[in-house]
């Protein structure tokens, strides 16, 4: 528009303003009352019994509705993976604060992060943790804005079984270990997992929990405490010849590896990590020095960017640790059992007490 145009517009209008008062707006009201989304207590003690037989991603299901008790702030997104993830139990519980996204994991995260926003609401995003590589941008772009959202992937590794490769994250440590102020945690039983959900609910920044199809046994009692970054040594005895460092699934095989070796004399030291993101580096190096310098690390993820090269990196800086990995080596098959695709790539009790005895030798 020519300059003489717009002001014989300007002039025009102001022409037909009928006040000599200055035409302030009126300042914006605050009109969202304060709400308080920290120091979130459970409602009480997680209800597992040791040896109870409970599938890890269950288990967050059950937590995710008792947080919803414990805090009305506690929002839900799913991505439609028809409750094989246990989301309905917080869904019938709190169907107003339980958002469903369907099979869109980019517009997913998107919305966790606009839910996030501003401190509101306590968010969690639940799927299939294969699918959340889907969303990574959205991932990433929320860990720049540092933003405080909790991921939950489910169905990890080989021992997703008869679903087959497509279901199976095995990546995914790899993923989450390589975003900015996220903490990674890998709960091993019922009672850890809940703990984790609570931990994480209180944590700033982002969170990932990883979890599992198959049902495994309660090793913890419901006082125990966990810490992020504080691993757990729950075998050991002054005669330990190797430290075993296993997560998740791959900790009951370290478990039974252990029963196992101590039939014939040998004992191991078997250390369940808890959070990979933070990792406790100092009872990794206590345990490897108390053991000469023997780890083995069991994991069902890849070994890029798995625990066994987290592992490795933290005792890089300290003499005569050797660490042998073992991890999942290629892809996987469909129609097979869980402990059949253990064996098949390695990872199960028998493949550890092989390590150890390797490493014995070596």
Not at 17 to 40: A, D, F, H, Y
Not at 81 to 100: A, C, L, Q, V, Y
């Amino acid at each position: 528009m020519p300059k003489e145009k717009a002001d014989e517009i300007i002039r025009l209008i102001e022409s037909q303003i009928q006040t000599n008062r200055n035409l302030l707006p009126k300042p914006p009201v605050e009109g969202s009352p304060p709400v308080s989304i920290t120091n979130i207590k459970m409602t009480c003690l997680p209800d597992y019994k040791v040896g109870d037989k409970v599938a890890t991603q269950k288990a967050y299901g059950l937590a995710l509705a008792k947080l919803g008790l414990a805090n009305e702030r506690v929002v839900i997104l799913d991505g439609d993976p028809k409750n094989s993830t246990f989301f309905e139990i917080f869904k019938k519980e709190h169907p107003e604060r339980f958002i469903e996204c369907f099979a869109a994991e980019q517009n997913m995260v998107s919305v966790a992060l606009g839910c996030a926003t501003r401190g509101r609401t306590i968010t969690f995003v639940t799927t299939l943790a294969a699918f959340l590589t889907r969303a990574f941008d959205q991932i990433r772009m929320g860990a720049i804005s540092q933003t405080n959202i909790n991921l939950i992937g489910s169905h990890c590794g080989v021992s997703v079984g008869e679903d087959g490769p497509s279901q199976m994250a095995l990546e995914d440590l790899a993923m989450f270990r390589s975003i900015p102020n996220c903490t990674v945690f890998l709960p091993s039983d019922a009672v850890s997992t809940e703990h984790a959900v609570y931990l994480a609910a209180n944590t700033k920044g982002m969170c990932f929990i990883r979890t599992c199809q198959s049902e495994t046994a309660v090793i913890y009692t419901p006082q125990e405490n966990f810490e992020i970054g504080r691993a757990k040594v729950i075998r050991h005895s002054n005669n330990d010849k190797v430290t075993v460092i296993g997560t998740g699934i791959t900790l009951h095989e370290a478990l039974a590896a252990a029963d196992a070796l101590s039939q014939q004399d040998i004992s191991i030291c078997v250390i369940d990590l808890f959070t990979i993101k933070p990792l406790d580096a100092a009872t990794i190096i206590s345990c490897a020095k108390a053991t000469g310098g023997r780890v083995v690390t069991v994991e069902d993820h890849y070994q890029e960017g798995g625990i066994g090269e987290a592992v490795c990196a933290v005792v890089s800086g300290e003499p005569d640790i050797h660490v042998h990995q073992l991890s999942v080596s290629g892809v996987s098959e469909r129609n097979r059992k869980p402990s059949e695709l253990l064996s098949m790539f390695g990872v199960s009790a028998r493949h550890i007490i092989a390590a150890v005895k390797y490493t014995l030798m070596n």
